[in-house]
């Protein structure tokens, strides 16, 4: 099966401070990998595309340089929350392509919480 | 703008009972279509998807397509309490999961014992 890991699953800090969330799939190649983001009692929104190897690519009204991602390997994409403030505490899922077919399979998330 | 529509819920089925849950897409061009459970406080998971008209089983579950009306279901039979969960739609515009997904909020699925 397709297994997609993140890293970390909780993550508390300071306004001002920036945070790195990786997402790693574990038993399989993802040449895309997706970043979304949960408000409470919210649906699941994209925020940006990831390709390896190149740039990634932003949903409107998500701003690339407070949300740098970099999907450096087949195996791995990082989101790194720059200058966190506290409207950026949400609930950070990645998702990765997988099978003949092309579905996605989530990560189980990293909750961010802002202080 | 793409949108995905589902009903909030709570839908609250008995134990044993057929559970059905609805949505609407307003892309037409719209290729993909899934189908994701969501516990709380918890990641979605993976129930079906569907690129055809028509059904398509797998176990308990059933999905159904209706591209003229923009319009997909799953059925979910033998309802368990451990179906209690949040079921999200969503689509997306290329075949399989080429492109990222457009989510509905979702519908809050009970299940009574």
């Known amino acids: 099966g397709a297994v997609v890991s993140q890293h970390p699953s909780w993550v508390i800090c300071k306004s001002g401070t920036s945070v790195k969330i990786e997402c790693r799939s574990l038993?399989?190649?993802?040449?895309?990998m997706f970043w979304y983001r949960q408000f409470p009692k919210q649906s699941l929104m994209l925020m940006a595309t990831s390709n390896e190897g190149s740039k990634a690519t932003y949903e409107q009204g998500v701003e690339k340089d407070k949300f740098l991602i970099n999907h450096a390997s087949l195996t791995l994409s990082t989101l790194t929350v720059t200058s966190a403030h506290p409207e950026d505490s949400s609930f950070y899922i990645c998702?990765?392509?997988?099978?003949?077919?092309?579905?996605?399979?989530f990560g189980p998330g990293t909750r961010l919480l802002v202080l | 703008q793409k949108e995905v529509e589902q009903n909030s819920g709570p839908l609250s089925v008995p134990e044993g009972a057929i559970a059905s849950l609805n949505c609407t897409y307003s892309?037409?061009?719209?290729?993909?279509f899934f189908w994701y459970r969501q516990y709380s406080g918890k990641s979605p998971e993976l129930i079906m998807f569907i690129y055809s008209n028509g059904d398509k089983e797998d176990g308990r579950f059933t999905a159904q397509l209706n591209k003229a009306s923009q319009y997909v279901s799953l059925l979910i039979r033998d309802s368990q309490p451990s179906d209690s969960a949040t079921y999200l739609c969503?689509?997306?515009?290329?075949?399989?999961?080429?492109?990222?997904?457009?989510f509905g909020k979702g519908t809050h699925l009970i299940i009574q014992p």
């Open positions: 998702s990765a392509r997988w099978g003949q077919l092309e579905t996605q399979y």
């Open positions: 892309d037409r061009g719209s290729q993909s």
């Open positions: 038993d399989f190649q993802a040449t895309t």
């Open positions: 969503a689509v997306t515009m290329s075949g399989g999961g080429a492109d990222g997904l457009t």
